[in-house]
């Protein structure tokens, strides 16, 4: 964690005072790490970046003590910005630049990470670990895009459910603090934000015991020393919780790594990517007549446009540089054992551009666009070698079924939001789909 991470829901009083947040801090100082991470995960993400300037302009945002600045300083030859609201962290990493020959290579800024007073396109890479859910993956996804250079990658670590049903104690302590999603839906997020994904890493358990071991170790010393002041109790007890919780519920959530660079005309094509317009009818029906050897598609889209299950805003199209639409992919409203879900499809795209990146284009902008809207879960009934390339996997591991008969793995599904249980049952789709 960094010193805006701390483990308490930010609208309880008890823990937002700023006696606490003095206990909390003080509860941390001197420690290592201010959240999950390794020299050895810093190194493979710094890899998966590919070639960097001779010496590259970094940004480290919530930088803690500045573990990360540092290896990068050294190790890449990198001038690091280093950024955090807690003066004191930055002290620890001017200390430690100084030891080590780096306070040349370093510059440590007290600033907020939402509000940076920097210049648009001033770093070849921006880095944050443990930190981008301090203004939550959609929001860092969108406000960092502009600091990066022409070439520049951003990377980051992202807390996220590794199980597809999570359980309810894991949910009733993360609900309360932040928001995870699954890995695909954060993927469908970056997607969406315009980036293309140059690598993941899902981070081992050796990166959280790196924080916690010394974190474990800090507190029990405070609880021995005798009776804390009350703002240190509680920041004592809000630690034993997200320990306890951690042993108990670890396997089901964990950090992973987003390695990304800004799309740009010559990352598989100019396709633009945008939600459907009144303007774009009758460009969408010709992409699906196009499309497909019977008109069904194309009248199954325009009978949705007109049904309740039509949800505005999940209509999208990649449009080609000459403004042409060159490609649709639809999400509507379906029923799952009675709870809401989403039907993908159809998904369509224009035979002079198909193999051109333009119908995965649409089908990742289009699932970002429901991750970010709250909707948690898709459906689609379609090709097994296409679809779990953008995270999905067959239904039946959910428990869900087709109202007919189909092949197990035609049928699949994508969890978009983990946070409440994945509805099972058969599909119930819009009168439309003739089902």
């Known amino acids: 964690m960094t010193d805006h991470d701390l483990p308490t829901h930010p609208t309880d009083d008890a823990y937002d005072s700023p006696a606490f947040h003095e206990a909390f801090f003080a509860l941390h100082h001197g420690l ?8 050895a995960t810093t190194r493979h993400l710094l890899s998966l970046c590919g070639p960097l300037p001779r010496r590259p302009r970094v940004l480290d945002l919530g930088c803690g003590p500045g573990r990360s600045a540092l290896l990068l300083a050294a190790e890449a030859g990198a001038e690091v910005t280093a ?29 907020d990470m939402g509000r ?48 597809g049903r999570p359980s309810a104690g894991a949910r009733a302590f993360w609900d309360r603090h932040y928001a995870l999603r699954p890995g695909p839906g954060n993927l469908a997020l970056a997607q969406a934000a315009g980036y293309r994904v140059l690598g993941t890493y899902r981070q081992p358990d050796s990166d959280w015991d790196a924080y916690y071991g010394p974190l474990r170790a800090r507190a ?11 703002a240190l109790a509680a920041a004592l007890a809000a630690t034993r919780e997200e320990l306890d919780v951690r042993a108990r519920h670890g396997h089901e959530y964990g950090y992973t790594g987003y390695v990304l660079r800004p799309v740009t005309a010559g990352d598989g094509g100019p396709w633009r990517v945008r939600p459907e317009t009144p303007a774009d009818v009758a460009a969408v029906r010709a992409v699906n007549l196009a499309a497909f050897d019977t008109p069904l598609e194309a009248d199954l889209v325009d009978a949705l446009r007109a049904d309740a299950a039509w949800l505005p805003g999940l209509s999208y199209v990649a449009e080609g540089p000459d403004g042409t639409v060159a490609a649709h992919a639809l999400l509507t409203r379906c029923r799952i054992g009675g709870a809401p879900a989403l039907a993908l499809a159809p998904v369509a795209a224009d035979p002079r551009v198909q193999r051109s990146g333009a119908g995965s284009s649409v089908v990742r902008a289009l699932l970002g666009a429901a991750a970010e809207r709250g909707e948690s879960l898709v459906v689609v009934l379609g090709h097994p070698e296409y679809y779990p390339r953008f995270g999905f996997v067959p239904a039946s591991r959910y428990g869900i079924t087709a109202p007919f008969e189909v092949p197990d793995e035609a049928l699949m599904a994508l969890v978009l939001d983990a946070s409440g249980p994945v509805p099972a049952g058969t599909i119930g789709y819009p009168a439309p789909f003739g089902v």
């Open 32 to 39: 290592p790490r201010q959240g999950p991470g390794s020299d």
């Open 220 to 230: 029990a010393a405070v609880r021995a020393a005798g009776d804390p002041a009350p």
């Open 116 to 163: 940076l007073p920097f210049p648009d396109g001033s770093f070849d890479l921006v880095w944050a670990e443990s930190s981008a859910y301090c203004l939550g993956l959609d929001t860092a996804l969108r406000t960092w895009k502009r600091l990066l250079a022409p070439g520049g990658t951003l990377v980051l670590t992202e807390c996220e459910w590794t199980d």
């Open 83 to 111: 950024v955090d609201l807690h003066e004191p962290f930055l002290d620890e990493l001017r200390a430690e630049a100084a030891g080590r020959g780096l306070s040349d290579r370093i510059r440590p800024v007290v600033a």
